[in-house]
């Protein structure tokens, strides 16, 4: 990772740790869940959590300042619509979500972490993806990603070692305020230069800018250059010229949204131009 880019992520790392303790103390959350985001140790972490959150409301304990899976340091952000969980599945919340910033604080601080079913947001499930249906979105992002590099990368650890992950939305749709609302700290914290500074950005929200205009030109700064279709696919194009970031904005890649091979591929050329 460059020194510059290093220090951009060392940055939002540290402002996802301190803002979403007060984002939780601003909204009055449970105090044993702002203890466990000021415990610095793994365990007791995970003490709290179990102790406390056999259930829970993702509208209570959101996560505005997620960061994200992959590598940092790679030119690929992908930005998904919005975090997919099952609200029955409180340890995949606590893994992904509540873990996130603190593991990414101690992955930069080179520690050596040994704990049983620990997520590693750097080697998401260290690489078992054999269970996921052929239209998932992580399977279309791993075929973006391969088009992109001019290389085969399969879903296993090599993926992620090419991408940056993360979602727009921090809310599952199904449980968040409202058709398309997304909340004010998330909007600023994706502004941040380190999410500005990857050469190619691909944002799966397309709803979201309709409901928002000139979202995408205010959170990465780029210029408005065209709209039009891949196949079925419509997209929307930006560039900065001057610091080489092209973003292209359209649907989810997903199974359910339709993408085919050959739209993928389009994609993916369009973002090499």
């Known amino acids: 990772m460059s020194d510059s880019k ?3 992520f060392e940055q939002v790392v540290s402002i996802s740790n301190t803002k979403y303790i007060d984002h939780c103390k601003k909204k009055k959350v449970k105090k044993s869940f702002v203890k466990l985001l000021n415990e610095n140790d793994r365990v007791e972490r995970k003490k709290i959590w179990n102790s406390n959150f056999a259930s829970f409301s993702f509208n209570e304990i959101s996560n505005p300042y997620f960061l994200g899976t992959g590598n940092p340091k790679s030119e690929i952000l992908i930005i998904g619509k919005e975090l997919g969980f099952d609200k029955e599945n409180n340890c995949q919340f606590y893994n992904e979500v509540v873990q996130n910033s603190f593991d990414w604080k101690e992955l930069l601080q080179e520690k050596n972490i040994v704990v049983p079913d620990y997520y590693n947001p750097r080697k998401p499930y260290n690489g078992h993806y054999l269970g996921l249906p052929s239209g998932h979105t992580w ?3 791993n075929m973006v990603v391969s088009m ?12 992620f070692n090419y991408c940056f992950l993360t979602e727009f ?3 599952p749709s199904k449980y968040s305020n409202g058709k398309h609302k997304l909340s004010e700290e998330r909007k600023e ?23 928002n205009p000139y979202l995408t030109e205010k959170i990465f700064d780029v210029n408005f ?27 989810q890649l997903s199974g359910m949204a339709g ?8 994609l993916s050329n369009l973002l090499k131009q």
């Open 148 to 159: 992109i590099i001019n290389k085969t990368c399969n879903l296993d650890n090599s993926f």
């Open 259 to 266: 993408w085919t091979d050959d739209e993928l591929q389009q």
């Open 189 to 211: 914290f994706l502004k941040h230069d380190f999410f500005k500074s990857f050469k190619y950005i691909i944002l799966t929200y397309k709803a979201y800018d309709k409901d």
């Open 169 to 171: 939305n921090i809310l």
């Open 225 to 251: 250059i065209k709209h039009n279709h891949f196949g079925k696919q419509a997209y929307f194009f930006y560039k900065n010229a001057e610091e080489k970031r092209t973003v292209i904005l359209t649907n």
């Open 6 to 8: 290093l220090s951009l």
């Open 139 to 141: 399977r279309k992002y």
